[in-house]
C-alpha cells in the first residue's frame, strides 16, 4: 500500500504557525520548533501552502518567483533543513505548486506586458476583445466582474480565472509547460515527497466550453505525472480540482494522472447532513462517486485556508447551507461561508466531534487544518479569506505564544475574545487535559492509524436504521469495523448484530455490551473482534 493511502495530512499555514524571529511572521525556525508537536500528534504529512515570493494579493497563490522563499520565512536551505527534519520524524511534506496562473509581479508577465512583441507574451493568454471564452465561469464573485482584464500599456486584454492580479499561463506554449516540469523538478530535488497541485482544472482555454477539465488539460496533467513517476517514485501528486464526482474521477487517470484528489463534493454534505439530522445528503454523494484506481485516494477534510466553498451543490441546498451556517451576511463569500469548524458548530464539542469522527472514519486520507484540532475560531473582521488563517494559538501567553512581536507588528492579531481566544483555547492548556479535544482528535488519529480498514475499504451503510443514523460497516480481509454516528439531538439504543463480539476501538477500557447507546451527536467505533 503506498504511504498515502492511509495517511493523515495536516495543512499548515506557515505565516501563522511559528514566529521564531520576533518579526510578527510564521517562519520555517518556527516550524522546525513544532515539529515535535506534529509527529505527537500523528500527523504524517504536512502539506505547506505557498512559500514562495509574492505580493500576497492572494496570500501566496499568486506566485512572483517560483525559485525562491519569500522573505520573512527564511532561506532556501531553511526550507533545506527543514524537509530533512521532517523526515528525520518519519512524517512527510509536500508544497502547493500552483500551476494555473502568476502573479503580475513575475517577471515573465512584467516582461510579457511591457511591449507586444515581448519573447515572454505568449507565455500569458491575450486577447484584443473581452469576449472570448464567454462559457467560463467567474469563480471569485464578490471580486471580479470578468475573466479578461485589460493591460493599458499593449492595449490587450489578459486571462485570469482568479483575481485579476494572477494572469493565467498559457498551456498552449511548450515554454510553459516545459517550465513547469523545471519548477517540479527543483523542488523535488530539495527533497520533498509531492505536492498539493492548486488550480487543476484551469489550464487550457478552448472557444464553446466551459475552459474546465479539458481532454489538453488531462494530458498536461499526465506528462507531469509521468515526470514524477520516473524520476520521483514513491512521491504524491494531489490535485485541487472543485468539481463534481464524475468531473473528478478523470483526474485519477488510469493511475496515470493524479494519486490523490480532493473529495469536494463530500465536504459540504457532511455539514449538511448534520444540520438536518439526516444522512442522506451523504449517502447519495457517496453512491454517485465513482470507483478509483487501486493505488489512488480521496483526500477528505471538514475546512481548509478558503470559503466552506459550496460550489458543488445544488442552488436550493447553498441556500440552505447559507441560512443554517451563515445567516451573518458577514460569513458569505463568493460561493462559500468563510468561518472556521468549531464556529460553525456553534462551539458545541459534541458535534465538533462528530464531524471529525466522519472524517476519520469515511473512505478516505483525512487532511486537518492547523488550529481546528484545537477547535480555533475565525476572525471576521479580517477580509476575505484571511479570518480563517489566523495565528496558531499555541498558549495563554501574549499573541497566544505565535510570536514575541507587539501585536501591531503581526502579520494578523491572534484570535482574542473569551470564547475562541488564546486564553480559553490553546495547544499547551489543551495538551496538559486529557479529556480536551486536543487529545480526542489526537486519539482519534492514532486509532485509525491502526485500522488501515478506514482508508481504503468498501463501505457497507446500515439502511434500516433512521435517517438521522449515519452507520456503516467498513470491512477488508483483516479488519471490521462498525462505525455508528448519531445526528440527531435524540438518544438512540442500536442492538449489534448477534454472535459477534466489538471492542470500542477508541477507549479500549469501554466494555461494548449487546447495545450501544448513542447519546445526541455521538459516534462509535466498534472493531469487531475475530476469532
Ligand atoms: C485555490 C486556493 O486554495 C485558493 O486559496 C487560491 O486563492 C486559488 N486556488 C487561486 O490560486
Not at 482555454?205 to 489538453?216: F, I, K
Request: glycine share 6%; charged share 25%; with cysteine.
Amino acid at each position: 500500500m503506498s504511504w498515502y493511502i492511509n495517511a493523515v495530512f495536516y495543512e499548515l499555514y506557515l505565516r501563522a504557525f511559528n514566529d521564531s524571529d520576533g518579526d510578527g511572521h510564521g517562519d520555517f525556525t518556527g516550524l522546525r520548533q513544532k515539529l515535535d508537536y506534529l509527529q505527537w500528534l500523528g500527523v504524517d504529512c504536512i502539506w505547506l501552502l505557498p512559500i514562495y515570493p509574492s505580493p500576497l494579493r492572494d496570500d501566496g497563490y499568486d506566485i512572483s518567483s517560483f525559485f525562491g522563499i519569500y522573505p520573512t520565512f527564511g532561506f532556501l536551505e531553511d526550507f533545506r533543513m527543514t524537509v530533512q527534519e521532517i523526515h528525520r520524524r518519519d512524517m512527510r511534506i509536500i508544497a502547493d505548486l500552483v500551476v494555473n496562473h502568476t502573479s503580475d509581479q513575475h517577471p515573465w508577465f512584467i516582461e510579457a506586458r511591457s511591449n507586444k512583441n515581448s519573447p515572454m507574451r505568449d507565455f500569458y493568454v491575450w486577447s484584443d476583445n473581452n469576449e472570448r471564452y464567454k462559457d467560463a465561469r467567474i469563480i471569485f464573485l464578490d471580486t471580479e466582474v470578468s475573466n479578461w482584464a485589460y493591460d493599458d500599456r499593449t492595449e490587450e486584454f489578459y486571462w485570469h480565472r482568479f483575481y485579476s492580479s494572477q494572469p493565467d499561463l498559457n498551456y498552449d506554449n511548450p515554454g510553459v509547460r516545459q517550465e513547469m516540469i523545471n519548477i517540479i523538478k527543483f523542488w523535488m530535488d530539495m527533497g520533498i515527497d509531492g505536492f498539493r497541485v492548486d488550480a487543476v482544472p484551469y489550464l487550457f482555454e478552448r472557444e464553446g466550453t466551459s475552459c474546465e477539465n479539458l481532454p489538453e488539460t488531462h494530458n498536461y496533467l499526465k506528462e507531469m505525472r509521468r515526470f514524477v513517476d520516473l524520476n520521483y517514485p514513491n512521491s504524491v501528486l494531489l490535485g485541487e480540482a472543485n468539481q463534481w464526482p464524475s468531473d473528478l474521477r478523470p483526474y485519477f487517470g488510469d493511475s496515470d494522472e493524479f494519486h490523490m484528489c480532493f473529495h469536494f463534493p463530500v465536504m459540504p454534505r457532511l455539514y449538511m447532513a448534520l444540520a438536518k439530522g439526516d444522512r442522506t445528503p451523504v449517502v447519495d454523494i457517496l453512491a454517485e462517486t465513482p470507483e478509483i484506481p487501486d493505488n489512488a485516494q480521496w483526500a477528505t477534510f471538514l475546512r481548509n485556508h478558503d470559503e466552506l466553498t459550496l460550489e458543488m451543490v445544488t442552488e436550493e441546498d447553498r441556500q440552505f447551507m447559507w441560512d443554517y451556517y451563515a445567516s451573518d451576511q458577514r460569513y458569505r463569500l463568493n460561493l462559500g461561508i468563510r468561518r472556521r469548524l468549531a464556529p460553525l458548530m456553534g462551539n458545541d464539542r459534541r458535534k465538533i466531534e462528530l464531524l471529525n469522527s466522519l472524517l476519520f472514519t469515511l473512505p478516505g486520507a483525512p487532511v486537518l487544518y492547523y488550529g481546528d484540532e484545537i477547535g480555533m475560531g475565525d476572525d471576521i473582521t479580517q477580509p476575505d479569506r484571511n479570518g480563517v488563517r489566523t495565528p496558531m494559538q499555541w498558549s495563554g501567553e501574549a499573541n497566544g505564544g505565535f510570536s514575541s512581536a507587539p501585536v501591531d507588528r503581526l502579520y494578523a492579531p491572534a484570535i482574542n475574545d473569551p470564547e475562541y481566544g488564546y486564553r480559553s483555547v490553546n495547544v499547551a492548556a489543551q495538551q496538559g487535559d486529557p479529556d480536551s479535544l486536543l487529545h480526542t482528535i489526537r486519539n482519534m488519529i492514532q486509532t485509525r492509524k491502526r485500522l488501515p480498514v478506514l482508508a481504503r475499504a468498501r463501505l457497507q451503510w446500515l439502511e434500516d436504521l433512521p435517517t438521522n443514523l449515519l452507520c456503516f460497516w467498513r470491512r477488508d480481509d483483516d479488519q471490521t469495523v462498525l462505525a455508528l454516528h448519531n445526528l440527531g439531538g435524540e438518544a438512540f439504543t442500536y442492538t449489534l448484530p448477534e454472535g459477534e463480539r466489538f471492542r470500542d476501538a477508541l477507549d479500549p477500557d469501554e466494555a461494548v455490551g449487546k447495545t450501544v447507546t448513542l447519546p445526541a451527536y455521538s459516534y462509535r467505533w466498534l472493531q469487531q473482534v475475530m476469532d
